[in-house]
C-alpha cells in the first residue's frame, strides 16, 4: 500500500498483536463460562474487572507515553502482555481467574494509550489518513486470535496450549521492532511541560459520545457475540467461534479500505452509512433465528463499527488543535471505556431481561450515531 509509510509499519505490528491476544481471548470467552459455570451476572462481574483494569491504565500510561515515548512504551508492553494472558489459561479458581482478568485489562488498556498516541503521531507527521489503517491491524489481529480460537475449539485443544501457542507469536514482533527502531525514531514524545487530562466539551463531548457507542458495540461483539449464537442460535462451539472472526474479518476490509470510502463519501455521509450498516446488522440478528442470517448479521455489524473510531480520534485533534493530546486522550477514555464497559452492560441487561433483548441496545446507540452524523463536518464538506 502506498499510503503507509516505512515509520508506520511498526505501529501496525504492535495493533495486529495487541488485537491477536485480545481475539483469542475473547473467542474462547464460552469455554471459560462453560467450565467455570459462570451465569451471565457472574460472567459480567469478572469482565467488570478487565473493564477497571485496563481503565485504570489510561492515566498511567497516558504519563508513561510523554516521558519514554509512545514506540518504546509500546515495545515493552508487547513483552508483559503475553504473561497475564497465559496466566487466565492457568487460573484454577475463580480468585486467580479475577487477578488474571485484572492484569490482561490493565495491560491491554495500556496498549491501547500508548500504540494509538504513536498512531496519531505518525499520521500528523505523514499527513494522511492512517488511523483507519492502524484500527484495521487491530482488526486483523482480533481476527487471527479468533480464528485460532476456532481452530481450538475444533480440535479441542486445552486452553493453556492455545494461549502458550500464541503468546510465543510476540518473539518475532519483538525482534523486528528491535532490528528496525529506527522507523519509531519520531513517536510523539510530548514536550508539553505538563499535561492534563480535562472532560470533554461541546461538540467534542457528541464526539466522544460518538466513540463510545461504536466501542460498546465492539467491545459486546467480542464476549457476547459467540455466546449469542451458541445460546440465542444454538449453533456449536466452532460455529460461535465464527461469529467474531466474520465481525473483526469485516472491519478489517472495511478499514483497509477507509480512506477511499472517505475520500468518496466524505466524512458525514461515511459516518451516516457506518450507522445504517450496524442498525440494520443489529436488527436482523435479533429478529430472524439463522446461523447463516446471523453470520452475515456481524459482517454488516464488523463494517458499521470499522471507521468511526478512528475517525472520532482523528476529529479530536481537529477539535482542539492547540492540545490536540488531551483531545485524543478524553476520546481514549469514552471510547476504550466503552469498548471493555459494554460486556459488562450487555451481561447485566441479559440477566435481568434477555441477551436478546439486551442486543436492541446496539440499535439504539446506531440510530444515536446516525443523529450526530454532522458533527463529522468538515469546513468543505457539505452535510
Sequence with gaps: MKFISK?????????????????????????????????????????????????????VA????????????????CILYPFPFALISLSENILLLAISLFLFGWVHGAMDVSMN????????????????FFHAMFSFGAGLG?????????????????????????????????????????DGVNKVKKASFSFPKGSLLVVAMVAFSCALGEGAMADWASIYMSSEINSSHAQAA???????????????????????????????????????????LVVINNTYVSLFSFSLLGIGYAILMPLAFSKAAKINENNAGAAIASIAMFAYGGMLLGPVLIGVLAEFLSLKTAFYTFVITS?????????????????
Excluded at 125 to 131: A, D, F, P, T, V
Aim: aromatic share 12%; charged share 10%; glycine share 6%.
Design 7 to 59: 515509520q508506520a509499519v511498526p505501529v501496525a505490528l504492535v495493533f495486529i498483536f495487541n488485537g491477536l491476544l485480545f481475539g483469542a481471548w475473547a473467542s474462547r470467552v464460552p469455554f471459560i463460562k462453560e467450565s467455570f459455570g459462570f451465569s451471565e451476572m457472574q460472567l459480567s462481574a469478572l469482565l467488570l474487572l478487565l473493564a477497571f483494569g485496563a481503565i485504570s491504565s489510561f492515566a
Design 62 to 77: 497516558g504519563s508513561m507515553a510523554d516521558k519514554v515515548g509512545a514506540s518504546k512504551l509500546s515495545f515493552w508492553l
Design 117 to 132: 498516541s504513536w498512531g496519531t503521531s505518525i499520521e500528523k507527521q505523514s499527513k494522511k489518513i492512517l488511523m483507519p
Design 146 to 186: 479468533a480464528a485460532s480460537g476456532v481452530l481450538a475449539a475444533t480440535y479441542h485443544t486445552a486452553l493453556f496450549t492455545h494461549f502458550i501457542i500464541v503468546s510465543f507469536l510476540v518473539i518475532p514482533i519483538c525482534w523486528w521492532l528491535r532490528k528496525h527502531k529506527h522507523l519509531s525514531a519520531v
Design 242 to 284: 465464527l461469529a467474531y472472526t466474520v465481525f473483526s474479518i469485516f472491519m478489517v476490509l472495511t478499514r483497509l479500505s477507509g480512506h477511499k470510502i472517505i475520500e468518496i463519501l466524505g466524512i458525514v455521509n461515511t459516518v451516516r452509512l457506518c450507522s445504517i450498516s450496524s442498525m440494520l446488522g443489529a436488527l436482523l
Design 367 to 383: 440510530i444515536f450515531v446516525l443523529i450526530c452524523s454532522n458533527y463529522f463536518k468538515e469546513e468543505h464538506e457539505v452535510a
